[in-house]
């Protein structure tokens, strides 16, 4: 599911939702719809958003992704020999909507190789990405990224023109919050462009049936890496409740 989401008003940071609120529509309504490698899954009876309930802590968290840690000390460092595919993509869906090349950001950014083909076309950009092995090869070909979340970048606010966010908010811990944070960074008409797997899906959706009679675990939850897994209600739910944006999107 891609999601292409236009600024419209500036919001403060608030204190989020509550443990037992969801954190799309603040219903206090769920299902416990069965466990993913012994973490528990929750679905909002309202929105349909999917939770890990409780949520892990920082400790379990980083011993949930020690298991990833070295895997880019063996990926490409040659940047030009990876596909320009998802970069010619991102390209014409911006020009789609009538963003001009400018500046852009791309949270998650990985080895950075598709902000390395967005140069090409002129595009001037940044990253950021937690992975420091994945930074590094980003870095030694000269691109400009931060190595943290959203959350550690220390650049201009409302200077964006356009932030990719691809395969990163259903692993964050605070959905509403990050999104906040992209949103400052973003200028009077900049756009948000949104990638999430899409648990309503009919694939998701059966999958979920299957697993409520069968109770074997739901096969579209990636849990606990993937902490939440969204429907487009609930992902335009936390959307528009957090800053307050209009929504669009390409592909569900
Ligand atoms: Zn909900």
């Known amino acids: 599911m891609i999601l292409y989401i236009g600024k419209r008003v500036h919001r403060s940071v608030g204190d989020g939702p509550t443990a037992e609120e969801c954190e799309s529509c603040g219903s206090l309504d769920h299902d416990l719809i069965g466990t993913k490698r012994g973490w528990h899954l929750r679905q909002c009876k309202s929105c349909g958003l999917v939770a890990v309930k409780p949520l892990p802590d920082e400790d379990a968290l980083r011993r949930i992704y020690q298991m990833s840690a070295g895997y880019y ?7 030009s020999a990876t596909s320009p595919d998802a970069a010619i993509d991102l390209h ?3 020009k789609g909507i009538g963003i001009k090349v400018g500046k852009l950001f791309d949270v998650g950014c990985s080895t950075g190789a598709l902000i390395f083909h967005l140069r090409r076309f002129g595009w001037d950009v940044m990253g950021c990405d937690v992975n420091a092995d994945a930074v590094a090869i980003a870095r030694s070909s ?3 990224v931060y190595h943290g979340s959203i959350d550690d970048v220390d650049c201009e606010q409302r200077h964006f023109d356009a ?4 395969d990163v908010l259903e692993h ?5 919050r990050t999104l906040q944070r992209v949103h400052s960074l973003l200028n009077e008409r900049g756009v948000l462009v949104l990638r999430i797997p899409n648990a309503g899906c009919g694939f998701a959706r059966s999958t979920l049936f299957l697993s409520k009679i069968t109770r ?6 990636e849990a606990p890496y993937h902490l939440f897994e969204y429907s ?3 992902i335009k739910g936390i959307l528009e409740k957090e800053n307050r944006v209009s929504c669009g999107n390409n592909s569900i």
Request: no cysteine.
């Open 216 to 221: 074997l675990p739901w096969a579209q939850s």
């Open 163 to 166: 932030v990719n966010m691809s």
């Open 172 to 176: 964050v811990k605070s959905p509403g």
């Open 73 to 79: 000390v063996t990926a490409s460092r040659d940047l």
């Open 142 to 144: 000269g691109l400009d």
């Open 232 to 234: 487009h209600q609930s």
């Open 92 to 94: 014409r869906l911006l």
